[in-house]
């Protein structure tokens, strides 16, 4: 979408509100057993201005995740702020797609400049991209962070959502992948790290991040969802990796990830980190994989790569 209406909020989305709305939304199209009949995506971004981090929050974010402690936001930080605003434009009346199930696919970050904590942000997000998949509808939510006072882009982020089993009409699937199979077969690595994720890992990650997804929270409130048990947060995974590749990654960098299989909790989570320089010596790139050790199941990939 180019250059999509903007809507300015008084204040900062609360998520409590939007994901009761979205569930009340869900229990009237089961009810009625209609879609939302939106085959377009609203054509308006909603913002929120002077945006600033609360520093209790911050600290029991950076220690969550294993980020060091510092005036610094995390790029995963970040995103959490952003979210309720993209949020909000998803729970609007008109956007076509519903907010509970929406599986989250990937994430790219650009972190252009070190943010500081005491700085004044705005924030603005819309949605874009919307195609069809094999196995429903996704799309893009795009959300921007710049300088209250000066205006500059510091950080832009891209989350791909789908939304499993809907089919908006007018909108077709992928052709056919000509006998490709998905993903390459995977060998685990020797890790670099191994994670221990408790039941309450969840409920850890929403309180500092917000999100009180249901699927996230319990084993209760995830079935009432259809799975067989509550998820981690796949931010909170991706935020993790980002912490364990540590300070190469400087102040300027790209950050990506893509999802494969949810974690469910309690679980234990390999990660193998592979760090590549140039040819003078410095930091050029950080890929990153995890895993149930286990199993040999793969739950996510990515890379953090110099540059924004």
């Known amino acids: 979408m180019i250059n999509p209406q903007p809507v300015v909020l008084g204040e900062m989305p609360s998520l409590s509100k939007l994901y009761v709305n979205a569930a009340t939304a869900a229990a009237r199209r089961r009810v009625l057993g209609a879609s939302t009949g939106k085959k377009k995506l609203p054509?308006?971004?909603?913002?929120?201005?002077?945006?600033?981090?609360?520093?209790?929050?911050?600290?029991a974010y950076q220690h969550l995740v294993g980020e060091t402690a510092s005036d610094i936001l995390p790029a995963g930080y970040v995103h959490a702020l952003a979210f309720p605003v993209s949020m909000s434009v998803m729970n609007r009346d008109d956007f076509p797609l519903p907010l509970?199930?929406?599986?989250?696919?990937?994430?790219?970050?650009?972190?252009?400049?070190?943010?500081?904590?005491?700085?004044?942000?705005?924030?603005?997000?819309?949605?874009?991209?919307?195609?069809?998949?094999?196995?429903?509808?996704?799309?893009?939510?795009?959300?921007?962070?710049?300088?209250?006072?000066a205006g500059e882009l510091l950080w832009r982020g891209v989350s791909t959502y789908l939304?499993?089993?809907?089919?908006?009409?007018?909108?077709?699937?992928?052709?056919?992948?000509?006998g490709a199979t998905g993903p390459a077969d995977f060998s685990p690595p020797d890790?670099?790290?191994?994670?221990q994720l408790g039941l309450d890992t969840g409920r850890s990650y929403a309180t500092?991040?917000?999100?009180?997804?249901?699927?996230?929270?319990?084993?209760?409130?995830?079935?009432?969802?259809?799975?067989?048990?509550?998820?981690?947060?796949?931010?909170?995974?991706?935020?993790?990796?980002?912490?364990?590749?540590?300070?190469?990654?400087?102040?300027?960098?790209?950050?990506?990830?893509?999802?494969?299989?949810?974690?469910?909790?309690?679980?234990?989570?390999?990660?193998?980190?592979?760090?590549?320089?140039?040819?003078?010596?410095?930091?050029?790139?950080?890929d990153y994989v995890a895993w149930n050790p286990r199993s040999g199941r793969r739950h996510f990939t990515g890379s953090v790569t110099a540059g924004a």
């Open 191 to 195: 890790p670099t790290a191994l994670w």
């Open 43 to 59: 054509a308006a971004s909603h913002e929120v201005r002077n945006v600033r981090a609360d520093v209790d929050n911050l600290t």
């Open 163 to 178: 939304a499993k089993g809907v089919f908006i009409p007018g909108i077709d699937k992928p052709g056919s992948t000509n």
């Open 208 to 286: 500092v991040s917000g999100d009180f997804n249901p699927i996230h929270l319990s084993v209760l409130s995830a079935k009432a969802l259809g799975l067989r048990g509550s998820i981690a947060h796949g931010m909170y995974l991706a935020s993790r990796a980002l912490s364990d590749v540590g300070a190469a990654k400087a102040d300027s960098f790209a950050w990506d990830v893509t999802f494969e299989a949810p974690v469910f909790l309690p679980a234990r989570v390999a990660l193998d980190i592979t760090t590549i320089q140039s040819d003078s010596g410095s930091w050029e790139r950080s």
């Open 100 to 149: 509970l199930g929406m599986i989250h696919l990937k994430n790219h970050v650009q972190q252009r400049v070190p943010i500081a904590f005491p700085e004044a942000l705005d924030i603005r997000s819309w949605a874009e991209n919307m195609a069809g998949h094999k196995a429903g509808t996704q799309l893009d939510m795009v959300a921007e962070v710049r300088s209250s006072s």
